[in-house]
């Protein structure tokens, strides 16, 4: 900022400077003019009156030549000042984003990349309001019709209850296990949102310690072979035995890998097999679960990441909430790691990439 103001000063100065000394030479012309037209008898010696008007004459062609000259010299600074005033009226009604064109590299340059700077970020954090406007309305609409629909079933078979209109005992037992089974996927659905809600909060806080992840994720692979096995499946894992010490908080990062396994589950084809990986690779331990589908769960398998969407397998059985990926997303993205999903020949997998604790 010194720099560039100094380059101003320094400008500014020259310009008074050489206007100054033009006007000077204005006023020493005019002098020499009269000595000479005195000198040769063209003007005789004339009252007061007349002298002081010429002296008045004589600086006023020598203020007028400065302002002049002055005004010349500082014309395109005082053009890019004119130009800085009106984008920031631009931008004050409205006109987020705009940019001044950089012209030179003094303090009025500085100002403009200011201005430049501040209009951008407005704009951003203006274009992020609209976004967590757009989020939060879809956010209300998607919980509504997740809620509704079990909590439909809950009144409805209350009423019945209510109105004793079964045929026997069974139905009674039936009416209220839906009953029960509604009311367990509603708290699910619940403690979902709660989740989520509470990792999006920008004071969220994570319980961090040094974790060995080679020995955390054979211990969980182990406690899901089980799973697995009933399910038809086989695993097959590659864990490096290195050890890889990872800051991270356990429970919040367990529940992303049991999300992981579980859309392993969902999403695979029966019989096949699962396949686990874990390697170091430069700065970063990538976790890999893959498993054979015979089509993607939906074209983009990304878009598995955005709230409340589900693949077509779990829209068909009402399966899942539509946050657990989202909200692993969360999770990894607090812990400073990456998670993305691929389907490649027939192999469908989530990568977690987590940054090594040195």
Same mark, same amino acid.
């Given at each position: 900022?010194?720099?560039? &103001?100094?380059?101003?000063?320094?400008?500014?100065?020259?310009?008074?400077?050489?206007?100054?000394?033009?006007?000077?030479?204005?006023?020493?012309?005019? $002098?020499?003019?009269?000595?000479?037209?005195?000198?040769?008898?063209?003007?005789?010696? #004339?009252?007061?009156?007349?002298?002081?008007? =010429?002296?008045?004459?004589?600086?006023?062609? &020598?203020? &007028? $030549?400065?302002?002049?000259?002055?005004?010349?010299?500082?014309?395109?600074?005082? @053009?890019?000042?004119?130009?800085?005033?009106? =984008?920031? #009226?631009?931008?004050?009604?409205?006109?987020?984003?705009?940019?001044?064109?950089?012209?030179?590299?003094?303090?009025?340059?500085?100002?403009?990349?200011?201005?430049?700077?501040?209009?951008?970020?407005?704009?951003?954090?203006?274009?992020?309001?609209?976004?967590?406007?757009?989020?939060?309305?879809?956010?209300?609409?998607?919980?509504?019709?997740?809620?509704?629909?079990?909590? $439909?079933?809950?009144?409805?078979?209350?009423?019945?209850?209510?109105?004793?209109?079964?045929?026997?005992?069974?139905?009674?037992?039936?009416?209220?296990? $839906?009953?029960?089974?509604? =009311?367990?996927?509603?708290?699910? @659905?619940?403690?979902?949102?709660?989740?989520?809600?509470?990792?999006?909060?920008?004071?969220?806080?994570?319980?961090?310690?040094?974790?060995?992840?080679?020995? @955390?994720?054979?211990? %969980?692979?182990?406690?899901?072979?089980?799973?697995?096995?009933?399910?038809?499946?086989?695993?097959?894992?590659?864990?490096?035995?290195?050890?890889?010490?990872?800051?991270?908080?356990?429970?919040?990062?367990?529940?992303?890998?049991?999300?992981?396994?579980?859309?392993?589950?969902?999403?695979?084809?029966?019989?096949?097999? %699962?396949?686990?990986?874990?390697? @170091?690779?430069?700065?970063?331990?990538?976790?890999?679960?893959?498993?054979?589908?015979?089509?993607?769960?939906?074209?983009?398998?990304?878009?598995?990441?955005?709230?409340?969407?589900? &693949?077509?397998?779990?829209?068909?059985?009402?399966?899942?909430?539509?946050?657990?990926?989202?909200?692993?997303?969360?999770?990894?993205?607090?812990?400073?790691? #990456?998670?993305?999903?691929?389907?490649?020949?027939?192999?469908?997998?989530?990568?977690?990439?987590?940054?090594?604790?040195?």
């Amino acid at each position: 900022m010194r720099r560039f &103001g100094n380059k101003l000063i320094v400008r500014l100065l020259v310009a008074i400077a050489i206007s100054f000394f033009v006007s000077l030479g204005m006023m020493i012309l005019i $002098t020499l003019f009269y000595v000479y037209l005195y000198n040769k008898m063209y003007v005789t010696e #004339h009252s007061p009156l007349i002298s002081y008007l =010429s002296l008045l004459f004589q600086y006023s062609v &020598g203020i &007028g $030549t400065f302002v002049v000259v002055f005004l010349l010299l500082v014309r395109k600074k005082i @053009l890019y000042l004119k130009l800085i005033s009106e =984008s920031i #009226h631009h931008i004050a009604n409205g006109k987020l984003g705009l940019t001044i064109k950089i012209k030179s590299s003094d303090e009025l340059t500085q100002l403009a990349q200011n201005i430049n700077h501040m209009s951008r970020e407005l704009e951003n954090k203006f274009e992020n309001e609209r976004q967590l406007e757009r989020a939060k309305t879809e956010l209300i609409s998607n919980i509504s019709h997740d809620l509704r629909t079990p909590l $439909t079933s809950i009144i409805g078979y209350l009423d019945l209850l209510k109105k004793e209109q079964y045929v026997s005992k069974e139905q009674y037992l039936e009416y209220l296990e $839906t009953i029960d089974s509604k =009311s367990k996927r509603l708290k699910y @659905l619940i403690d979902e949102l709660f989740e989520y809600t509470h990792l999006s909060s920008p004071d969220v806080l994570l319980n961090l310690n040094e974790v060995e992840l080679s020995g @955390l994720l054979e211990q %969980i692979v182990g406690e899901y072979i089980p799973i697995f096995e009933k399910e038809q499946l086989s695993v097959q894992k590659s864990i490096t035995e290195e050890n890889v010490p990872i800051l991270m908080d356990i429970d919040k990062m367990v529940r992303v890998y049991d999300n992981l396994f579980m859309n392993a589950i969902k999403y695979s084809m029966k019989p096949s097999e %699962i396949h686990v990986s874990f390697e @170091l690779h430069d700065n970063k331990a990538i976790l890999k679960v893959s498993n054979r589908a015979k089509t993607p769960p939906v074209e983009e398998v990304n878009k598995l990441f955005e709230r409340f969407f589900r &693949g077509d397998k779990a829209r068909k059985d009402n399966q899942g909430s539509g946050l657990g990926l989202a909200i692993s997303k969360k999770i990894v993205e607090l812990h400073n790691g #990456h998670i993305h999903a691929e389907y490649k020949k027939g192999w469908m997998s989530f990568i977690i990439e987590h940054p090594i604790h040195m």
